[in-house]
């Protein structure tokens, strides 16, 4: 099984203000993080990889068990959402043909807000997913059924928060099988 981080050339960061669409195309070395560059100047706006162990979770969603304790999970994504009403999506243009895929996706232990519509788009179809409500619990959502086994496999994942601006901290895996 791999995960998302397996070929960070591909992956594309957008951030959306209304119409306006501005490429995040700044691998920034030292944090790993996605930066749009000319507008961002804090480490909480870049996405990427959480180098920093912030995204820590001490349980799973009630029914999304899996038997590898939920603390042990790594190889996160920190996608700490903008003031409203900022947006952003991150692409994985191709994943490649896959036989499974599992995305993981909660609140990290650390957040203080849960006022974020996440949205999740296989192959150009919007997945339905339950909410998430609770800090330092991961859910699972399975996408087996969204599949193209030959590829190419393209996943979207936007975030923007529909409240007031507070401390979320939004994190995602994924488990690849080929």
């Known amino acids: 099984m791999g995960g998302l981080g397996e070929d960070l050339e591909q992956v594309r960061v957008w951030r959306t203000h209304g119409v306006s669409k501005t490429p995040c195309d700044y691998l920034n070395p030292n944090t790993m993080h996605f930066e749009c560059s000319r507008i961002e100047h804090e480490y909480w706006q870049g996405w990427g990889p959480d180098i920093r162990g912030q995204c820590r979770f001490d349980r799973w ?58 949205s999740v788009r296989l192959n150009g179809v919007e997945v339905p997913q339950p909410p ?35 401390y979320r901290q939004v994190c995602l895996g994924a488990l690849l099988s080929r």
């Open 132 to 166: 998430l409500r609770r800090q330092g619990e991961l859910a699972r959502l399975r996408l087996a059924d969204h599949l193209q086994p030959k590829g190419p496999n393209r996943l979207e994942v936007g975030v923007r928060a529909t409240g007031e601006h507070d």
């Open 61 to 118: 969603r009630p029914g999304d068990e899996m038997s590898a304790p939920a603390e042990t999970i790594k190889d996160l994504w920190y996608l700490h959402p903008e003031k409203q009403p900022i947006g952003k999506t991150i692409v994985w243009p191709d994943l490649g043909p896959l036989t499974d895929l599992q995305l993981l996706l909660g609140y990290a232990e650390p957040s203080r807000g849960f006022d974020v519509e996440i």
